[in-house]
Protein backbone atom coordinates (compact mmCIF):
# COMPACT_ATOMS: atom_id res chain seq x y z
CA UNK A 1 0.00 0.00 0.00
CA UNK A 2 0.64 3.72 -0.72
CA UNK A 3 0.08 6.49 0.87
CA UNK A 4 0.49 9.84 -0.56
CA UNK A 5 -0.13 13.45 1.57
CA UNK A 6 0.65 16.78 -0.22
CA UNK A 7 2.24 19.83 2.20
CA UNK A 8 2.19 23.20 1.31
CA UNK A 9 4.81 23.81 3.67
CA UNK A 10 7.57 21.80 2.83
CA UNK A 11 9.93 24.59 4.58
CA UNK A 12 8.85 23.47 8.09
CA UNK A 13 10.25 20.08 7.47
CA UNK A 14 13.40 20.74 5.42
CA UNK A 15 13.87 23.03 8.63
CA UNK A 16 13.26 20.94 11.19
CA UNK A 17 15.78 17.96 9.96
CA UNK A 18 18.11 20.46 9.22
CA UNK A 19 17.60 22.08 13.41
CA UNK A 20 16.44 18.91 15.22
CA UNK A 21 16.80 15.71 13.67
CA UNK A 22 15.19 13.86 16.94
CA UNK A 23 12.30 16.17 16.81
CA UNK A 24 12.46 15.41 12.99
CA UNK A 25 12.11 11.80 13.60
CA UNK A 26 9.47 11.82 16.30
CA UNK A 27 7.53 13.85 13.90
CA UNK A 28 8.12 11.59 11.38
CA UNK A 29 6.67 8.91 13.24
CA UNK A 30 4.12 10.66 14.92
CA UNK A 31 2.65 10.84 11.72
CA UNK A 32 3.01 7.21 10.15
CA UNK A 33 1.58 6.27 14.10
CA UNK A 34 -1.61 8.11 13.28
CA UNK A 35 -1.68 7.03 9.94
CA UNK A 36 -1.42 3.47 10.88
CA UNK A 37 -4.26 3.94 13.67
CA UNK A 38 -6.76 5.31 10.93
CA UNK A 39 -6.07 2.58 8.73
CA UNK A 40 -7.03 0.08 11.71
CA UNK A 41 -10.05 1.53 12.46
CA UNK A 42 -10.96 1.29 8.79
CA UNK A 43 -9.36 -2.19 8.19
CA UNK A 44 -9.13 -4.24 11.56
CA UNK A 45 -6.07 -6.31 12.01
CA UNK A 46 -4.15 -4.36 9.19
CA UNK A 47 -1.49 -3.18 11.62
CA UNK A 48 -0.12 -6.83 11.62
CA UNK A 49 0.59 -7.24 8.23
CA UNK A 50 2.33 -4.03 8.14
CA UNK A 51 6.03 -5.44 6.88
CA UNK A 52 7.72 -1.97 6.55
CA UNK A 53 7.22 1.96 6.03
CA UNK A 54 9.44 4.66 4.68
CA UNK A 55 7.66 8.13 5.27
CA UNK A 56 9.67 10.46 2.85
CA UNK A 57 9.16 14.09 3.90
CA UNK A 58 10.10 17.42 1.65
CA UNK A 59 13.65 17.07 3.49
CA UNK A 60 13.97 13.67 2.14
CA UNK A 61 13.46 14.54 -1.25
CA UNK A 62 15.81 17.66 -0.83
CA UNK A 63 18.51 15.06 0.66
CA UNK A 64 18.35 12.21 -1.92
CA UNK A 65 17.61 14.66 -5.43
CA UNK A 66 18.49 18.03 -4.36
CA UNK A 67 15.02 18.91 -5.84
CA UNK A 68 14.26 21.98 -5.67
CA UNK A 69 12.63 23.28 -2.14
CA UNK A 70 12.17 19.04 -1.73
CA UNK A 71 9.35 19.28 -4.43
CA UNK A 72 8.97 15.10 -4.95
CA UNK A 73 7.09 16.69 -8.53
CA UNK A 74 6.96 19.88 -9.55
CA UNK A 75 5.63 22.75 -8.14
CA UNK A 76 3.03 24.86 -9.76
CA UNK A 77 4.93 26.67 -12.88
CA UNK A 78 4.96 29.71 -14.61
CA UNK A 79 1.51 31.62 -15.24
CA UNK A 80 -0.12 29.59 -17.84
CA UNK A 81 -1.06 27.24 -16.31
CA UNK A 82 -3.19 25.43 -18.77
CA UNK A 83 -0.86 24.99 -21.84
CA UNK A 84 -0.15 22.28 -22.78
CA UNK A 85 3.51 22.89 -21.28
CA UNK A 86 3.74 26.47 -19.34
CA UNK A 87 7.16 26.34 -19.52
CA UNK A 88 8.95 26.64 -22.88
CA UNK A 89 11.28 23.59 -23.90
CA UNK A 90 13.79 26.33 -25.14
CA UNK A 91 15.92 29.02 -23.41
CA UNK A 92 15.73 32.05 -25.24
CA UNK A 93 19.56 32.89 -26.90
CA UNK A 94 20.49 29.35 -26.38
CA UNK A 95 20.37 27.43 -29.68
CA UNK A 96 19.98 23.97 -30.30
CA UNK A 97 19.39 23.71 -26.38
CA UNK A 98 15.71 21.93 -25.27
CA UNK A 99 14.56 20.96 -21.83
CA UNK A 100 12.38 18.74 -20.57
CA UNK A 101 11.61 17.70 -16.84
CA UNK A 102 8.67 17.22 -14.61
CA UNK A 103 9.06 21.14 -14.06
CA UNK A 104 7.27 22.21 -17.71
CA UNK A 105 3.97 20.83 -16.96
CA UNK A 106 2.10 20.38 -13.34
CA UNK A 107 1.75 16.80 -11.98
CA UNK A 108 5.27 16.38 -12.22
CA UNK A 109 6.79 13.00 -11.55
CA UNK A 110 8.75 10.44 -13.82
CA UNK A 111 5.41 9.91 -16.14
CA UNK A 112 5.66 13.64 -17.00
CA UNK A 113 9.07 13.61 -17.69
CA UNK A 114 8.82 10.84 -19.91
CA UNK A 115 6.20 13.32 -21.86
CA UNK A 116 8.08 16.03 -21.89
CA UNK A 117 10.96 14.19 -23.26
CA UNK A 118 9.00 12.49 -26.34
CA UNK A 119 7.29 16.16 -26.57
CA UNK A 120 10.47 17.49 -27.00
CA UNK A 121 11.42 14.75 -29.40
CA UNK A 122 8.65 15.84 -31.40
CA UNK A 123 9.53 19.31 -31.88
CA UNK A 124 13.10 18.54 -32.24
CA UNK A 125 11.82 16.61 -35.58
CA UNK A 126 9.37 19.25 -36.53
CA UNK A 127 12.02 21.78 -36.63
CA UNK A 128 13.97 19.66 -38.84
CA UNK A 129 11.33 18.49 -40.65
CA UNK A 130 11.48 14.91 -40.02
CA UNK A 131 8.54 12.56 -39.52
CA UNK A 132 8.57 11.49 -35.79
CA UNK A 133 8.25 7.63 -35.22
CA UNK A 134 8.14 5.55 -32.55
CA UNK A 135 9.31 2.00 -33.47
CA UNK A 136 8.07 -0.86 -31.83
CA UNK A 137 10.01 -4.05 -31.03
Known amino acids: MACSFYT ?7 DLRKNDRKK ?37 VLRYTNNWQGSA ?9 IASSPISFKLPNLKNFY ?16 NMARDVAKLICKENQVDFKVIKK
Open 8 to 14: SNGKYWI
Open 24 to 60: YREEKQKFVDDLIQQLEQKYPGISNDIEMVDFATPAS
Open 73 to 81: QGWLPGKNV
Open 99 to 114: YASHWNRPGGGVPVAL
